[in-house]
Antibody, heavy 117, light 108 residues
Framework: EVQLVESGGGLVQPGGSLRLSCAAS????????MDWVRQAPGKGLEWVSF????????YYADSVKGRFTISRDNAKNSLYLQMNSLGDEDTAVYYC??????????WGQGTLVTVSS | ETVLTQSPGTLSLSPGERATLFCRAS???????LAWYQQTPGQAPRLLIY???SRANGIPDRFSGSGTGTDFTLTISRLEPEDFAVYYC?????????FGGGTKVEIK
């Protein structure tokens, strides 16, 4: 069974940093691209970032480019999102998702990031 | 950047009725890269349809997708109680994914 479990969310002050993790199991992690998607409270889904299976290709949404860094460790079956210079607009539930041909076929349950002073 | 506009914003229907949800793109989308997701309160989204019309694993056949170019449709032939949820379309293009704003299907 495919499982994706996010961790690392929490309360952070504006301008602060946070690193999210996503632990994958139940599939060949090193064969799949992965994405981060976020959802602000009461709002819709917003794609954040993409990383290919080998980390050779990485994309970011304009809203996070230059502040967020996606990475993965295939030996540890783990995906990461380093978030810097956080602002109120980054408050959201962050989901990791498995990317299969540009659609997201499995999602984690999400981790909440709250940016507030 | 391709913007997806979903309509209606809210659909009020009764169980057993047919639901038709629309997703319009600001520019042409490859049919291979149009997907639909369902999200119930407090839960992660679930993939329903990919490649415009292919159902994901375990998705009942009352869900169907169609469309081409800039206009896509998700149809639920007969609403079951568990189908009342928010639905999102999603596309890939120009090195990014994007989602529509969602359609809420609520019980009338």
């Amino acid at each position: 069974e495919v499982q994706l479990v996010e961790s690392g969310g929490g309360l952070v002050q504006p301008g602060g940093s946070l690193r999210l993790s996503c632990a994958a199991s139940g599939f060949a992690f090193d064969s799949y691209a992965m994405d981060w998607v976020r959802q602000a409270p009461g709002k819709g889904l917003e794609w954040v970032s993409f990383i290919s299976s080998s980390s050779a290709t990485i994309y970011y949404a304009d809203s996070v480019k230059g502040r967020f860094t996606i990475s993965r460790d295939n030996a540890k079956n783990s995906l990461y999102l380093q978030m810097n210079s956080l602002g109120d607009e980054d408050t959201a539930v962050y989901y990791c998702a498995r990317d299969y041909r540009k659609h997201l076929d499995h999602w984690g349950q999400g981790t909440l990031v709250t940016v507030s002073s | 950047e391709t913007v997806l506009t979903q309509s209606p914003g809210t659909l009020s229907l009764s169980p057993g009725e047919r639901a038709t949800l629309f997703c319009r793109a600001s520019q042409s989308v490859s049919s291979s890269y149009l997907a639909w997701y369902q999200q119930t309160p407090g839960q992660a989204p679930r993939l329903l349809i990919y490649g415009t019309s292919s159902r994901a694993n375990g998705i009942p056949d009352r869900f169907s997708g169609s469309g081409t170019g800039t206009d896509f449709t998700l149809t639920i032939s007969r609403l079951e109680p568990e189908d009342f949820a928010v639905y999102y379309c999603q596309q890939y293009g120009s090195f990014r994914l994007s989602f529509g704003g969602g359609t809420k299907v609520e019980i009338k």
